[in-house]
């Protein structure tokens, strides 16, 4: 597992949003088999939070350059997870299954277009399109995952192209920081304004 790529993508979302740092992710890593997907585990007793962040052994392989391969974006939903999760018990906020989904699927565009020189309109749409229309979701389209993927992803997909088409992403980083700190009604709403 490449413990510093981890680091790293935990940092530039930290940074981008202007949150106190977590403890370090890579402690939280478990390998899981090669077949199954990312999974971010927890557990709260009382006032602790036990969380594992469980990778498959192809991740390890992910690169920062391939910012649209299952692979990679795994590794930044695992990542962006375990931010949110780390940020909502330190000031004492619940988080919900569909909150989680939809920043991790905002994180998905923040973090390739971080990793880009310039997020120009052409690039932006056609990143926009990997992240967000050419998709494929797992689980069925009627169970209660399928129906948050898809309502995270097609929230994600308002909120990101009303924003961010032909600018830069750190021009709104006030509005993507005021998202991040809303809990999922205020997500949801700042999404469908779009």
């Known amino acids: 597992m ?3 790529t981890l680091r790293n993508l935990q940092l530039r979302i930290e940074e981008f949003y202007g949150l106190e740092q977590a403890p370090d992710i890579v402690e939280f890593v478990r390998v899981a088999d090669e077949d199954e997907r990312e999974t971010v585990l927890i557990r709260q007793d009382g006032e602790y939070v036990e969380i594992a962040v469980v990778l498959p ?9 391939q910012y649209a391969t299952d692979t990679w974006l795994q590794l930044i939903e695992a990542v962006s997870h375990f931010v949110y999760i ?9 988080a919900t299954q ?3 989904e939809l920043q991790a699927e905002v994180d998905k565009f923040v973090v390739a277009a971080l990793s ?3 997020l120009g309109h052409e690039r932006a749409r056609k990143l926009h399109g ?6 494929r979701f797992i689980h069925p389209e009627g169970s ?4 948050r993927y898809r309502l995270a992803n097609e929230l994600a997909a308002r909120f990101i192209a009303r924003l961010l088409f032909g600018r830069d992403v750190r021009a709104h980083r006030g509005v ?9 009604t205020d997500k949801i709403r700042l999404a469908r304004a779009a």
């Open 176 to 184: 993507l920081r005021q998202f991040y700190r809303s809990g999922q």
């Open 144 to 147: 209660e995952a399928g129906v």
């Open 98 to 100: 569909l909150e989680l």
């Open 57 to 65: 052994k192809t991740v390890k392989n992910a690169h920062p350059r």
């Open 86 to 94: 780390s940020e909502r018990a330190r000031i004492g906020l619940p």
């Open 2 to 4: 490449h413990g510093a």
């Open 116 to 118: 880009s020189k310039r």
């Open 130 to 135: 990997q992240l967000y229309e050419k998709v």
